[in-house]
């Protein structure tokens, strides 16, 4: 067990006698391991299958998983696939549980444990550039390009000054939009430029929801080796304002300045550069590739979740 003693606002460490016990009391036998920083939940990953563990249950939020997923493809022992991971949601956002309608209480999460209710899903890989160097990571469901990452800076920065709250990312994304510039950026998908202009921000999608539960990829399929790739072209503020509940409802796709494109590699270039965002945590700049890795890693799901995909 990884667990992020820091997320959801202390959650991690406050309820983790209840979630220990509850484990104990569905004869779940567990070593585990406190985060201390950042990224090491990806370093306790790989030391926990190297140490011969494949089963591995994260305790935390988005980015706890973004780090163990990345842990997973760095590790030498085995397949990604050989290794069974699991979520107890104790984040902020928790888009990756929602997606895979994994309860939220422990006493459900545990059981959804318990029935180890499996599924294969997709994994993308991100290549950026930070100080100027090339480098890569593993995503395990959404990332943003332009706006979105702009408004993820500012929320990080806000989680980092101690503020909390329910509506925190929406205040982050209002106050972003009176600052933010639309860029020119030119988006390959499969080899095919599909945009050649000004763009307000781009989503990348595996899964379905990001920034706790706005759901700008709406009809991504998790394990059908594509990505799902929302563009919103260059859109005025009050157009932002005016179709803001799109973003939760499903209904993006109705607004004239945004359009749907899948594939299974993306590139994204700009002038100037932008930033990225990937599972909520900011990365580097442009350009961007973006390659799929189809049913790269295996994951416990809900029973409803795999009812609803069969």
């Known amino acids: 067990m ?44 790989v030391e926990a299958i190297n140490n011969g563990y494949r089963r591995i249950i994260i305790v935390g939020g988005d ?72 480098q890569s990571r593993y995503m395990a469901n959404v990332a943003g390009v332009g706006f979105d990452a702009y408004v993820n800076r500012r929320f990080n920065r806000l989680k980092e000054e101690g503020k909390r709250g329910k509506f925190l990312y929406i205040l982050s994304t209002f106050k972003a939009l009176f ?29 379905k929801y990001n920034g706790g539960g706005m759901s700008q990829t709406p009809d991504a399929i998790p394990d059908d080796g594509l990505f799902d790739l929302t563009i919103i072209r260059k859109i005025s503020k009050f157009g932002v304002i005016r179709n803001f509940g ?12 945004i359009s749907l494109d899948r594939g299974r590699n993306i590139r994204i270039e700009s002038i100037p550069e932008i930033a990225t965002e990937v599972d909520g945590e900011a990365l580097g700049y442009s350009p961007f590739d973006f390659e799929i890795i189809p049913k790269a890693i295996r994951v416990v799901v809900s029973e409803k979740f795999l009812k609803t995909e069969n």
């Open 63 to 134: 980015g706890t998983i973004h780090e163990v997923v990345n842990g997973l493809f760095i590790q030498q022992v085995v397949v990604p696939t050989e290794v069974l991971l699991s979520v107890i949601a104790v984040g902020t956002g928790n888009d990756w549980v929602r997606m895979f309608g994994i309860p939220r209480t422990y006493t459900d999460s545990i059981k959804s444990i318990v029935a180890g209710h499996s599924f294969l899903q997709d994994v993308g890989k991100v290549s950026y550039y930070k100080a100027n160097y090339h």
């Open 2 to 45: 990884i667990v992020n003693p820091v997320a959801g606002k202390g959650l991690g460490l406050m309820d983790w006698p209840v979630i220990s016990k509850l484990l104990r009391d569905n004869s779940i036998a567990f070593d585990f391991a406190f985060t201390e920083h950042k990224y090491h939940a990806t370093e306790l990953s």
């Open 179 to 207: 600052r933010y510039r639309s860029t020119h950026v030119k988006i390959y998908v499969d080899g095919k430029v599909v945009v050649d202009q000004d763009v307000f921000s781009a989503t990348i999608g595996i899964g």
């Open 246 to 257: 799109s973003l939760y409802n499903g209904r993006i796709y109705r607004i004239k300045q």
